[in-house]
């Protein structure tokens, strides 16, 4: 095995990238109409949303922690951007604006929070979902808004070449640009950094607070344009959009390699992943099983994931103490 090749296969999207091969195999092959155009283009919806929605939350496990309120701000924001273009009738683009302007705004929030007050992330999470959601319902008194743009219709319902919806270009746009962010950049760095030792990163004199705040703003925008993109696919505002995010959020990261304690992840595997949980949902949709199985199988996906990343870091650390 020559060394690029030994470097592929013990890079983080390896696993996923190859589960992915032999699902797509196998449930194409049990099942012919999964590899239709019209189930592709199904498939790539799923992966345009739920996309922004795991890179939401794998810049916070990037730093350590976690966010509860992903569902809650990018379910506010969608309420946000319908409701104005809606009730106001606001243009499409000032209503998006405004909302990935919110987004932002509810990220700042919890890393303030968090950063100054030294409260963990999951308990001012935990409170901010409660507050972001009490708004949400506030706004719309759990009735959904309707009335949504015509130019928002069509990119929800448009397609490249009849097959690649174009709610996939800003989910691949985002994922180069934190690609870029991570590897190339210096916030990236400080956000691994400080989820890998935020001692050693605050004697390096990077600035704890400020990088916490600005993972959780990244955090609220992207779930903010993940909102906005299930509206558009939805054709509505529905104040339910965000209520099924959580394990989601956690699931593609955690397949994808990432370390919940911080200091790794990687946007290739973390979209793999998201690829993967797509496959199994549509899988069980294609053959009638219970879709309410797919939590099920969300969970037992990140009790196998967890394990399978204890298990390398355990081996990888008897191998460096061997040497």
Known sequence: MNGSLANAVRSDWFGPLLVTIVAVAIVGG????????????????????????????????????????????????????????????????????????????????????????????????????????????????????????????SIGQGAIFGIIPWLMLPTMAVGLALWFMLNRQPIGRFILAVGGNQHAAELSGISIANTVVIAHALSGFLAALAGLLLVARLQMGQPTIGDDWLILSFAAPVIGGAVLAGGHVSVPATLLGVVIVAIITQALVLFDIDPFLVQVVLGAMILAAVGANRFRESRLSRNLKRL
């Open 30 to 153: 049990f099942n012919p109409s999964f590899l239709s155009p019209l189930n592709i283009q199904v498939l790539l919806l799923a992966i345009a949303v739920n996309g922004l929605i795991a890179f939401s939350q794998m810049l916070i496990i990037a730093i350590g922690q976690m966010n509860l309120s992903v569902g809650a701000i990018g379910g506010l924001c969608a309420i946000v951007f319908a409701g104005m273009m809606d009730a106001w009738h606001v243009p499409a683009s000032l209503a998006a604006l405004t909302a990935l302007s919110l987004g932002v705004i509810c990220g700042v929030i919890n890393g303030f929070l968090i950063a100054r007050t030294g409260i963990s992330a999951f308990v001012i999470t935990l409170a901010s979902l409660s507050v972001y959601k009490g708004i949400n319902l506030g706004i719309t008194h759990a009735q959904p808004f309707y009335d949504i743009s015509d130019g928002v219709k």
